[in-house]
């Protein structure tokens, strides 16, 4: 196991606080998972905000949220459980 | 009371507000009240297109905001700032909607009896 972190996110541009947090706390290694209004933040609108690490996407919650042409790889429930495993901890931004 | 302006802030699915405020919205229509809605902030995203909420459980909200004409409820409003900080416009909604700037804001506080934060 290593010494890095996941990072959740789940609110959306009505908290901009909750996600530049997010920024400062991220260390080398670390990675982001958007999930449920946090999703938001993968449209190209506020890709450059993602600078240090790309965000990764929970698929099912994007699709229910109709948004397309989304910055960042997808990833299912699965992948979601694969990350939580991956890192040392994980960390929710709510 | 006859006349409402309902004001969504919240985006869809992520909680129940964005039903609650439509619920709200269609109830006061059946009462032959005059009801506008505004959508503030996230609540923008509620207008997105193709939603397709089954793979989280969820019921589709569309169905529910194409019902609004039929009940008269034919005055929604849009933030433009809310629309511009997420870069959106409003032809890439799925309803008609009124783009408002904040003097628009003020006039629209001012025009309604009762005004409900939802």
Known sequence: MSESTLHILNRGPNQPELLQHLLDA????????????????????FAGRFQLAQPLILGADAQARGLTNLCGETVDDAG???L??????????? | ?????????????????????LELALACALFDR???ILLLDDAVYQLLPDHN????????????????????????????SSLETRGLVTEALALPVTPVDSQGLKALMRGYEAVINV
């Open chain 2, 34 to 36: 005059e009801v506008a």
């Open chain 2, 1 to 21: 009371m006859n006349s409402f302006l309902i004001i969504s802030r919240c985006a869809p699915y992520g909680s129940a507000a964005a039903r609650e405020a």
């Open chain 1, 84 to 94: 939580c495993v991956k890192h040392r901890r994980s960390v929710s931004w709510c």
């Open chain 2, 53 to 80: 909420p089954s793979a989280i459980g969820q019921k589709n909200l569309a169905a529910m905001q194409q019902s609004l004409p039929l009940y008269d409820v034919d005055k929604i409003f849009i933030c433009q």
């Open chain 1, 80 to 82: 979601f459980v694969d």
């Open chain 1, 26 to 45: 991220l260390s080398e290694g670390d990675e982001i998972i958007l999930i449920e209004d946090g999703i938001y933040w993968a449209s190209e609108h």
